[in-house]
């Protein structure tokens, strides 16, 4: 049986590290680490950011002079995706950097259910981020990019050419008589320079602006570089609101999903109550009226064989709707907690099912989702009576530590081993299963090779648990052993 593994942290029963500070200036020798990467973007930066300028400034104001003919809109909104491409581009160079990298906005925050042409067509306009995207690429970038690479220049320049000019220095051709930049310094600096030849003179005053200057690259570039980052971070990166949007969007695709796999449950329900217990109660019902038309007959040998068909059929009857049963929530569930249930889930289970379930989980998880983690379990290990082939499962359920600030974790695993093979196609038990867990905020992994094992799991967000004392019990989730 495939063990599960977690993150050692977590394994550990310790939280999560925290963060370096970002914002912290980093020690010199890091410094020194960065300085090829950032050289390398503020001297790239530049070329993309003239490339930039010309292709989105020629672009921008043709549409815009177009716009009276139609055709200009078209112009405008490609300007709009080419900007949003040398954002893209910058976002990739700063990297280069050492900087944190800057997360992508949300391209489609501003999409509706609206089709058509026109409205496919003009999406961008609506999108504030690619009018930042055109701003940053057709005048912050170039004017910044300029200054920076100016200086960039500089330094570099005088680093390297100061500390060797002592070697290249004497290949420069000088006239006979005329003065050098030595012989002035020595002649307007006596008392420093005095008796020195001017040759001596221009070394020494090379050599300390070289050194001065390689001395403060890291911090120079290091600086120069933050520069483009924060206005990057600013212009480039998402919006507060993206992550509210974002968890809107989120929340619909999960009560989308959690109403879609409610709706398939109950016709299936329906569907197996129809085909099953409805049938043979119909049946009994017939049974029981030729049972009295033989007793009223006096046919007494007649109705005890009725007698026995209508009691087996009350029984086949009463095991198909025990059967069915498992898709509705028990009152054991609501009496004694989720972890009752599911153990009482494992005992009744044809299959030999080795059941570990943390008891914090009854106080952790909420009403809501203990019913659908149980509806969750009863299906997997029907699945694995009906399909798997297997012999034993092992169950798992327990609460894993979040990181900072982040909702506690409910993780359920279900191992059988059983032939494997198992995979989500549409109508199928699987996909039914991942719209619930969807429904909960939360993801389905199935891993299921041909000749097994299969291992189903669960991991569930447990909404407003974040740092919540009443968890300190629960343990981290250790590895599912062999069923």
């Excluded at 089709?115 to 995207?133: D, I, V």
């Excluded at 968890?247 to 959690?258: C, L, M, N, P």
Aim: with cysteine.
């Amino acid at each position: 049986m495939t063990a599960m593994t977690t993150d050692p942290q977590l394994q550990r029963g310790a939280q999560p590290g925290a963060a370096p500070i970002q914002g912290a200036m980093p020690s010199y020798g890091t410094l020194w680490k960065r300085t090829p990467g950032s050289a390398v973007y503020l001297l790239v930066i530049f070329v993309v950011a003239m490339v930039s300028i010309s292709v989105l400034a020629a672009l921008f104001w043709t549409g815009i002079g177009l716009l009276a003919i139609v055709i200009g809109l078209p112009i405008v909104v490609g300007t709009l995706l080419v900007a949003r491409g040398f954002g893209v581009a910058d976002r990739f160079l700063l990297r280069l950097t050492g900087q944190e990298p800057i997360d992508k906005p949300a391209w489609n925050r501003d999409r509706t259910d609206a089709s058509g042409f026109w409205m496919t067509l003009t999406r961008p306009l609506r999108n504030g981020h690619y009018w930042l995207y055109l701003l940053h690429g057709m005048i912050v970038s170039p004017i910044i990019s300029t200054i920076t690479f100016a200086l960039t220049v500089a330094w570099l320049s005088i680093s390297l050419g100061g500390l060797t000019y002592w070697f290249w220095g004497m290949f420069i051709p000088r006239g006979d008589g005329a003065g050098v930049w030595g012989d002035n310094v020595a002649e307007a600096l006596p008392w420093l320079f005095g008796g020195l030849d001017p040759r001596g003179v221009e070394v020494v005053l090379y050599l300390i602006a070289g050194v001065i200057c390689a001395v403060t690259l890291p911090w120079v570039l290091y600086g120069l570089a933050w520069v483009h980052h924060a206005v990057a971070k600013a212009m480039l990166g998402p919006w507060r609101t993206d992550a509210l949007a974002q968890e809107v969007r989120a929340e619909a695709a999960a009560r989308g999903a959690a109403v879609h796999a409610e709706d398939v449950s109950l016709r299936r329900l329906e569907r197996d109550i129809h085909d099953g217990p409805q049938q043979r109660l119909v049946r009994l019902q017939m049974d029981l009226a030729a049972l009295e038309r033989r007793a009223e007959s006096g046919d007494t040998e007649g109705a005890t064989r009725l007698a026995q068909e209508a009691r087996g059929q009350a029984k086949a009857a009463l095991d198909e709707l025990r059967a069915l049963s498992s898709g509705v929530a028990p009152p054991l569930l609501q009496d004694r907690g989720l972890a009752a249930a599911l153990s009482a889930l494992a005992s009744e289970s044809p299959l030999s099912v080795t059941a570990e379930i943390d008891p914090a989980v009854d106080t952790a998880v909420g009403a809501d989702v203990a019913r659908n983690v149980y509806f969750i379990v009863a299906e997997l290990l029907t699945n694995a009576v009906k399909h798997s082939g297997a012999s034993g499962v092992a169950l798992k359920a327990a609460l894993r530590a979040p990181a900072a600030g982040s909702p506690w974790m409910l993780d359920v695993w279900v191992v059988d081993n059983g032939a494997g093979g198992a995979h989500m196609s549409p109508g199928h038990g699987l996909e039914g299963l991942r719209d619930r867990v969807h429904g909960l905020r939360g993801v389905l992994i199935v891993e299921s090779p041909t000749g097994g094992p299969t291992t189903v799991g669960a991991h569930i967000p447990l909404p407003g648990s974040a740092a919540e004392p009443r968890f300190a019990a629960a343990g981290p989730l250790s590895p599912v052993g062999s069923a």
